[in-house]
Every structure is written in structure tokens, then in C-alpha cells.
């Protein structure tokens, strides 16, 4: 069993990775936490919540963290509402306000809390910027040693990013960009990194066909709502394509079979037209970067994760 620590920025991939790594048979969650992202948070903390009341059967007692960490660079505001619309769908309303509880501490104090309560190690994913990770690090240096590993979907370092602007030159992924000094105090750290970067899911994008696969499926309640959630950011791929980002960094960190890693040298860009740039270099700190995943067995696991969700009776 592995203790798991969840921190993500709240977009439709982070909620369906939450719902996924409930069902994870492996994985003990010890905490939750958002960050103001991809999301606005108040609508991802609340989506979070009820999907924990539904589908976190499995698991124990959790609560979820709000982040107090502001960005540098803040999220488009139009890929910010999906968690407004995934928030107020049916399935997650049914049964009225959620259960689980809002921790009394932000989400940097939150990690540093759940970390130190446990007699092992625990292993850090983040599939949104790492802000809350480099705080915890400065508040309690201590958590470094108690951490296994983190598992972080960000950057990119085949020198293509996904940000967009007339003031920076386009390397930068979006994760990245929100706080590249918070990349660069966790780069700076001795933490066994493990990096899913935008070149790492080519191979799983989002598609009218796989959209199409879980439609046939949405007997099963938790595909249901993945294909709901989805459904909401299927016209935005039809012009930026979306990716399984963070599902696919999810599953990795369970099941690092799904695929294939070299291990590299990468450094970060913190100001600059290249502000959030990773790129290789001799001179950087070594990391283990996805560089393909195997879309059968991902998808399969997928599917069986979501096929096991029970919902919670009321």
C-alpha cells in the first residue's frame, strides 16, 4: 500500500484523476488539496469534495485543503470555468451540499501536516503547479525526507510549450509558467522526481471516438460522469487539443508499467520571454520523464478503475 498525497488545480483531467486514484486498490489517499489553476477554486474544492462523498468508499476519512498560493502568471480565464459546470452536474448534486470536510489549513501547511503524520514515506502527485510543494518545503524541511517520490504533470522538454502570449516565446507549459521560482525551489530540492511533460501524452488525446467508448459505457456510474466531465472540454480539443495529462500522470504513479521513462537532466527558465521553460541541459538535475505511454493498457485501466467506482448510498 502507498501513501499518496493529491495536490491539483482543479480542471476536468484533475477530477477525473481524483475519482480514478479513489479506486486504486494500491493507493492509501492521506490528503487532498487544490490550487487556484486550471479552476476556479471554489467550484473545483466543492467538485472535489462531493466526488469524495460519492465515489471515496475505499478510502478513509479525507478532507480537502484549500491553496492560498497565488500564480505569477494566472490561467486563461476561459479554461477556468469547466469546474463550475463539472461542480453542478447532477450526478454530484443528488444528494445536496457535501460531507467531506474543508481542512483548517491551507494547502501547503496541510501537506506538510499529512506528510509528517505518517510513519513511512509518502508519495507526492501533482498534476497542476507546484507553489504548495515549494512552500512546504520552506515551512518544514523536514517533509524532504519523508516524501518518496513526486509525480508531476508539467513542463516540456522537447522545447514546444502551450502558453501563448505576445511577452514570452512559447516554450513554457502552463503548470510550469503559474510559478516557474516553484519549480525551480522543488528542481533545487533532492526529491525523486518523476515528470510527465506535454510530449509525454501524445498518444492519449481526447477524441469523439473515446468520448464515443464511454458513452456506451455510462451504465457504470463513474464513466458516466468522466464522459459528462469531458463532454465539457470536447469542443475546446477541437481546436487546442486536449490531452489526458493528468489521468495518464495518475495512473503512472501506480502503474509506471503503462510506460516507457528515460532519465534526463532538465533545468527551468524563472524570468524572462522564457519564463517556465524546462529544458535539458548537462549542468541540470537528473529526472525520470515519461516519454510514451501505451495506450491499450491505459485505457484499460481506466476503464477498470471507473468500471470498480460503487457510489456512496445516502
Not at 469524495?52 to 477556468?80: C, M, N, T, Y
Not at 524541511?141 to 517520490?149: G, Q, R
Not at 508531476?152 to 516565446?169: A, E, K, Q, R, T
Request: charge should be negative; include cysteine.
Amino acid at each position: 500500500m502507498t501513501n499518496v498525497y493529491f495536490n491539483h488545480d482543479g480542471g476536468v483531467d484533475d477530477l477525473v484523476s481524483l475519482l480514478l486514484l479513489l479506486q486504486m486498490p494500491e493507493a492509501r489517499v492521506t490528503g487532498v488539496s487544490v490550487v487556484d489553476g486550471d479552476c476556479q477554486i471554489e467550484a473545483a474544492l466543492e467538485a472535489s469534495r462531493k466526488i469524495i462523498d460519492l465515489f471515496g468508499g475505499k478510502q478513509a476519512a479525507l478532507e480537502v485543503a484549500a491553496s492560498d498560493s497565488r500564480p505569477h502568471h494566472q490561467f486563461p480565464s476561459e479554461w477556468r470555468g469547466s469546474a463550475f459546470t463539472f461542480d453542478a452536474l447532477p450526478m454530484l448534486n443528488e444528494h445536496g451540499a457535501p460531507r467531506t470536510p474543508i481542512a483548517a489549513r491551507p494547502a501547503h501547511l496541510d501537506l506538510v501536516d499529512k506528510v509528517m503524520a505518517e510513519e513511512g514515506k509518502t508519495t507526492l502527485l501533482f498534476t497542476g503547479p507546484l507553489t504548495d510543494l515549494a512552500r512546504a518545503l520552506d515551512a518544514e524541511p523536514a517533509i524532504e525526507e519523508k516524501i518518496e517520490t513526486l509525480f508531476w504533470m508539467g513542463g516540456s522538454l522537447d522545447g514546444h510549450g502551450n502558453v501563448v502570449d505576445p511577452c514570452f516565446d512559447g516554450t513554457a507549459e502552463w503548470n510550469a509558467f503559474w510559478d516557474p521560482e516553484a519549480v525551480k525551489r522543488v528542481w533545487d530540492s533532492s526529491l525523486e522526481i518523476h515528470m510527465v511533460g506535454l510530449e509525454s501524452t501524445e498518444e492519449l488525446p481526447l477524441t469523439r471516438d473515446l468520448c464515443q467508448h464511454w458513452a456506451e459505457l455510462r451504465r457504470y456510474p463513474a464513466i458516466d460522469l468522466i464522459g459528462q466531465g469531458y463532454a465539457l472540454v470536447l469542443n475546446v480539443a477541437a481546436n487546442n487539443v486536449y490531452y489526458l495529462w493528468d489521468v495518464l500522470t495518475t495512473v503512472y504513479c501506480l502503474h509506471p508499467e503503462i510506460a516507457e521513462v528515460e532519465r534526463v537532466r532538465c533545468d527551468v527558465r524563472v524570468d524572462g520571454a522564457a519564463a517556465g521553460r524546462t529544458f535539458r541541459c548537462d549542468e541540470g538535475r537528473e529526472v525520470t520523464l515519461v516519454t510514451h505511454a501505451d495506450p491499450k493498457r491505459f485505457y484499460a485501466l481506466v476503464d477498470e478503475l471507473a468500471m470498480s467506482a460503487a457510489p456512496a448510498l445516502y
